[in-house]
C-alpha cells in the first residue's frame, strides 16, 4: 500500500508524512515553494538536501513498488560528462542504490542496482518539459519484470528489467534523499511511495484529481523578494 505521502506544507523544518506511518523528513537546506497546486520543495541545484530516515517502508526486497509526484523542471543543463540531474533516490553505491534521475533531454531515468550489484536502470521514452508541471509515476514490476512510466495520467512507454536484476533493493541504513549528486532543479510535489505496482486506473485517478491544481502551472519560492 501507501508508504509515505509527502504534501511539503507548512513553514517548519520538518516534513510531515501524510500516510499516517509518520515517515517525517527533514528540510535540510531545501526551500518550500507555494502557487495554486499548494505547496511543494524547491531545489535549487546549490546542494539544500531534503532527507527521509531509513525504515522498513522504505525498503523494496524484491517485491514490486511506485513512485508518484508532481515535477516543475526549471533547468536540465550540465557541464558533466554525466548528463543528467538527480531528483531523489537511496545511495549506497557502489554497491545497491536506486535513483530517480532526469536526463538533460528531459527523459526520466530509473536508475537502479540490487544487493548483488546487478543493474536494473530504464530510461522513459517521452520528456518533463521546462516550466511546466508533470505528473510523473514509476512503477517497478519485479514479478513481470517491467518498469513502466506514466506522465500525465496516461503510460508513456514498458521496459524490461535484465534478468539479471533478481537481488533486493533495500539499501538499508541509507537515507531517501533529494539529488546530492547534479542536484535537480526544480519544484517537487505531492511526493508518493507505494510497495505495490499502480495499475493504470490508479494512476489516471491520481492525475485527474490533482491535475487542475497544477494547471496555473506558476511557481513562486519562499525566498523570492
Request: charged share 20%; with cysteine; glycine share 14%.
Amino acid at each position: 500500500g501507501l508508504c509515505a505521502y509527502w504534501r511539503f506544507e507548512g513553514n517548519s523544518l520538518e516534513l510531515q508524512d501524510s500516510s499516517g506511518n509518520r515517515l517525517t523528513g527533514d528540510l535540510g537546506g531545501a526551500q518550500r515553494a507555494t502557487g495554486a497546486f499548494g505547496s511543494a520543495l524547491y531545489l535549487d541545484g546549490g546542494g539544500g538536501v531534503a532527507t527521509f530516515p531509513d525504515c522498513p517502508l522504505l525498503q523494496f526486497g524484491t517485491g514490486g513498488f511506485s513512485l508518484e509526484g508532481w515535477l516543475y523542471p526549471v533547468s536540465l543543463d550540465v557541464t558533466s560528462e554525466h548528463k543528467r540531474r538527480r531528483v531523489l533516490g537511496k545511495e549506497g553505491y557502489p554497491a545497491t542504490w536506486w535513483n530517480v534521475d532526469i536526463l538533460t533531454d528531459g527523459r526520466v531515468q530509473m536508475e537502479m542496482a540490487d544487493e548483488l550489484a546487478h543493474s536494473g536502470t530504464t530510461v522513459s521514452e517521452g520528456v518533463l518539459p521546462l516550466m511546466a508541471w508533470t505528473h510523473l509515476v514509476i512503477t517497478v514490476d519485479r514479478t513481470s519484470r517491467k518498469t513502466s512510466y506514466y506522465m500525465n495520467g496516461r503510460l508513456d512507454s514498458v521496459r524490461d528489467l535484465p534478468p539479471t536484476f533478481t537481488g533486493a533493493l533495500d539499501v538499508p541504513g541509507r537515507p531517501l534523499l533529494t539529488g546530492a549528486w547534479q542536484p535537480y532543479i526544480g519544484a517537487l510535489s505531492e511526493l508518493k511511495v507505494y510497495k505495490r505496482v499502480l495499475g493504470a486506473e490508479d494512476v489516471a485517478g491520481s492525475y485527474e484529481g490533482a491535475k487542475g491544481r497544477y494547471a496555473e502551472g506558476a511557481v513562486k519560492v519562499d525566498d523570492d523578494e
